[in-house]
């Protein structure tokens, strides 16, 4: 059993946060607040990230120790946690109550694709143990995947918290190259499913919208107007605006 650092925070039904690549527990802004009105979130910190760093798991595993660590929730994942979270639904059903996933994918398909995309990520791994943490935030706010994100939204500071070998471990073990693709199992997932994605995000909004097909009849699938890829920090009223009557309708 492999439990990773998480914060505690609200009271209510439990809604487990997993953030993405690069973010700490302390990267939900808005929406935790919000949400911990009525909820108590387990904010976590995922493998090789914030307090978390020292934690050297890939998807699979990394998806156990959510459950290890949230136990019974609803999960929900941004981006690279959505991977993390979607794992966590496919090998531990009993703990998921439901599944929000947020920019997120099933896997590359092409074994050509993850092979570039490994390649990419040992790169990019190798890059930010060169160069150091402030140098490689730099570079990644800057990509235009993140610009819609106000300077508030982006978190630079609570970034910050992370470590070189805990980002390149994170992206040579649950990159998306690293991702064994679970497209063929996504019909497994029996509790309900929100596939939210940016309408700017076209890209993640075709994935969303595949995904939620290939669930099936207990998957909804939404896009946020106005926001890209880190929809619920971009656009986080039109985001809670989907998420809360979702959230109230299922019981969650």
Known sequence: MTTLHADLIGTGPRLALVHGFTQT??????????????????????????????????????????????????????SMGGRFVLHTALERPHAVSGLVLVGATAGLESAHERTARVDDDEARARHIEEVGIDAFLDEWLALPLFAGLSPAAACREERRENTTAGLASSLRLAGTGA???????????????????????TKFCALGERMAASVGANATFATIEGAGHTAQLEQPDRFLAVLRPWLAERGL
Do not use: F, K
């Not at 991702?179 to 995000?201: I, N, Y």
């Open 25 to 78: 527990r302390r990267c939900w802004g808005q929406v935790a607040d919000d949400l911990a009105r009525d909820h108590e979130l387990v904010v976590v910190d995922a493998p090789g990230h914030g307090r978390s760093a020292g934690v050297v798991l890939d998807l699979a595993e990394g998806g156990a120790a959510m459950a290890d660590t949230a136990g019974g929730a609803t999960y929900l994942g941004y």
């Open 179 to 201: 991702q064994v693709p679970t497209w063929d199992r996504l019909p497994e997932l029996e509790m309900p499913v929100l596939v939210v994605a940016g309408a700017l995000d």
